[in-house]
């Protein structure tokens, strides 16, 4: 009889504490799962600093995705000035009929210098003209305006490419393994077609606060003290409807001159988390992010690794394209 009275008690004692946690969690539940931000309409004026609307097309393609839904498209922010880089990724990761049977778009993505570059204007309107790959608004192409590019890639895919299944934003100096992006996002369930975006996510960055930091953010901007999950800029993959969701979330969002953070402040306001990608029990990131030195087998087993100038772009490519059977 002791025992099974002390079993019983036992069994109160969990029921108990399982009670006592689901009532901590119900009236503390912020501590692991976070309620979403008052929805506050950001003023006009700061909004229309970031918003596309603000800005004229100098440049644009609005026909390229009306006679085909293409699997992938691929957005990437450039200046005036890398002609030599926009030459490379269409030497390489970036050419056409690279994957037989999927269909993949890239579009280099600019504004303008801020002072006028009329012959470096009139090369690129000849580059347009001849790949089709060009789309150019008149804000000022700077680092601190990186935010306005995102939303005018957001914007653009969102008006005129609505029908593909993935975009990802890439920098011009990542080195993109198509092959691999395409199996995995093939290998990917029916959820990752909507409200899914995937990267190396960064889940414990806080603000800067010295005014001398590349990555200075005021307390007026950002009073918080963490910043939410976010994707690294440098290259992401997202499911094409939330580009309209993003830029209907950055009407609630103070603009910052962080883009990948702020894509991240409006994936907070969506309820929407970034998703890592690794594979091999988390130990491989797929996103690399870091500097890595080219090894064939090494690169054929991620997505993207970041930081190449135009001549090793190509030269890694060349190499990479040979048989990688013995990886």
């Keep these: 009889m002791r025992k099974r009275s002390r079993f019983k008690l036992l069994k109160y004692l969990a029921v108990a504490g399982l009670i006592t946690l689901l009532f901590i969690f119900a009236f503390n539940g912020t501590l692991l799962w976070p309620s979403l931000p008052k929805k506050t309409p950001t003023p006009k004026e700061l909004h229309d600093v970031i918003s596309p609307s603000t800005y004229r097309f100098i440049l644009n393609q609005p026909e390229l995705c009306e006679k085909k839904s293409p699997f992938l498209v691929l957005m990437i922010p450039v200046t005036l000035k890398n002609r ?17 049977g999927v269909a993949i778009l890239h579009l280099f993505v600019l504004g303008q210098p801020a002072q006028s570059e009329p012959v470096l204007q009139e090369q690129l309107e000849t580059e347009s003209k001849e790949y089709g790959d060009i789309i150019q608004m008149d804000f000022v192409d700077s680092y601190h305006n990186l935010t306005i590019k995102t939303m005018m890639i957001m914007n653009w895919v969102a008006t005129y490419c609505q029908a593909a299944w993935y975009t990802m934003k890439i920098d011009a100096d990542v080195f993109l393994n198509v092959r691999y992006l395409v199996d995995y996002l093939h290998g990917r369930d029916e959820s990752s077609r909507k409200d899914y975006i995937t990267g190396s996510v960064i889940s414990d960055a806080v603000p800067h606060r010295d005014s001398y930091n590349k990555w200075y953010i ?12 976010y994707v690294s800029g440098a290259a992401y993959v997202f499911s094409t409807d939330l580009a309209r969701k993003i830029s209907w979330a950055s009407r609630f969002v103070l603009p910052i001159p962080l883009e990948d953070v702020y894509v991240g402040m409006c994936l907070h306001v969506l309820g929407v988390k970034p998703v890592y990608a690794t594979r091999f029990l988390r130990l491989r990131n797929l996103f690399e992010v870091r ?19 135009p001549q090793n772009l190509l030269r890694i490519w060349h190499d990479f394209q040979k048989s990688q059977s013995t990886c």
Excluded at 218 to 229: G, I, M, R
């Design 84 to 100: 030599e880089a926009r030459t490379a990724i269409r030497r390489t990761w970036g050419q056409h009929g690279l994957i037989p």
């Design 218 to 229: 005021p307390e007026d901007l950002y009073p918080d003290t963490w910043y939410p999950p």
């Design 291 to 309: 500097k890595l030195s080219y090894e064939r087998c090494t690169f054929s087993k991620r997505i993207v690794v970041n930081g190449f100038n």
